[in-house]
């Protein structure tokens, strides 16, 4: 069983205009959608479509919208009622392909709230074989919570993963490598952050077929002690490095439709393949499969399984 973990979950209401959007003025909607948002909630989506046992934990009253959604998609959630409310956000979409988004901070979590569900994460650990801490916090633990979080997951013997970025990823990695996750999976804008390298061209040397930057930045976190790094580089594919080598890989062929949530793809990619017991070459390839997959549906729509195409990634050991 996997758990996920989405500190900050939100309702994604995406809301198409008639018109191209009118800063100051009036815009019309011609259609409105909501669906239950976060990143651990895409990774259990993706996972329960594989038919992974997953359990999606959230902050969130009993009674929501998003937690009648999850109950819609068939995902098995734990919604922890230490929150009156679960924030939306607002994608604008023109007919164009341009979005603007307005996303909420989230709703508060008190010191009584994070104990509540630190404690929830440690019991359902038991029974795991990974738990993945997913996307930004809500306003209300400090930054190093997810650090906490690790330190109080260590003695379950359930592996962890953290999916994150900016100030709560930089403080997790402030803390390694005594909070040291068993995965971290930054895209290239977060390695850069952790590295000191330039996201962009990691991307760029990627794109013309030199993962070297992207290798050593992984590298330097697995010498931290984190056990596994799968970093995504968008269009480029996916690296992953750990003590045994480096793998990288180059995307199956697709036409992009929307890359929201194509990272939470990635993960639910390789989690699915390792709690099967794949070698580090497959988990990787289906990482890119499933990120890619996502890429190829609307919206934050993840893929099934026969919406992926783990054959058609090209899947290499990094010899240097
Ligand atoms: N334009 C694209 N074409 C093909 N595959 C893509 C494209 N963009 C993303 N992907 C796939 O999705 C994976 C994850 O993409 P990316 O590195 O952009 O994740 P991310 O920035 O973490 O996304 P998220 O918005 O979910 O946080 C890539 O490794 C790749 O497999
Ligand atoms: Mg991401």
Redo the contacts with the bound molecule.
């Keep these: 069983m996997i758990v996920t973990f989405t500190a900050n979950p939100s309702i994604d209401r995406t809301a198409e205009l008639d018109e191209p959007l009118l800063r100051g003025g009036v815009n019309r909607i011609r259609a409105l959608h909501d669906g239950p948002g976060g990143?651990g909630v895409?990774v259990s989506r993706a996972l329960h479509l594989a038919e992974v046992a997953s359990v999606a934990v959230l902050p969130s009253p009993t009674t929501h919208p998003i937690v009648a959604a999850l109950r819609e998609a068939g995902v098995d959630h734990r919604p922890i009622p230490v929150t009156s409310r679960v924030r939306t956000n607002i994608t604008l979409s023109e007919d164009d392909g341009t979005t603007t988004k307005i996303n909420e901070p989230g709703s508060t979590i008190g010191p009584d709230g994070l104990v509540v569900l630190r404690d929830t994460l440690v019991d359902l650990a038991a029974d795991a074989a990974w738990v993945a801490l997913c996307g930004s916090l809500p306003p209300g633990p400090a930054a190093d919570w997810y650090a906490d979080l690790v330190d109080a997951l260590r003695p379950t013997g359930a592996r962890i993963a953290v999916?994150t970025?900016d100030a709560p990823l930089q403080a997790l990695a402030d803390r390694l490598p005594g909070s040291a996750p068993d995965l971290l999976?930054?895209?290239?804008?977060?390695l850069a952050l952790l590295t000191g390298a330039d996201g962009d061209r990691l991307e760029q040397a990627a794109a013309q077929g030199d993962f070297g930057p992207t290798v050593r930045a992984a590298r330097a976190l697995v010498d931290r002690g984190v056990t596994y790094v799968l970093a995504?580089?968008?269009?480029?594919?996916?690296v992953l490095a750990c003590a045994d080598g480096a793998w990288t890989?180059t995307?199956?062929p697709?036409v992009?439709i929307s890359?929201?949530?194509?990272?939470?793809?990635?993960l639910a990619g390789f989690l699915l393949a390792h709690v099967r017991g794949d070698a580090p070459a497959d988990c990787l390839r289906h990482?890119?499969?499933?990120?890619?997959g996502?890429?190829?549906l609307p919206g934050t729509t993840v893929p099934r399984p026969d919406q992926t195409t783990p054959h058609s990634?090209t899947v290499a050991v990094y010899t240097r």
Excluded: M, Q, R
Aim: net charge negative; charged share 10%; proline share 10%.
């Design positions: 990143k895409n999916d970025s999976k930054p895209n290239a804008f977060e995504t580089l968008g269009a480029a594919g996916a890989a995307p199956p697709i992009p890359t929201v949530g194509a990272g939470d793809s990635s990482a890119v499969a499933y990120g890619s996502a890429t190829a990634a």
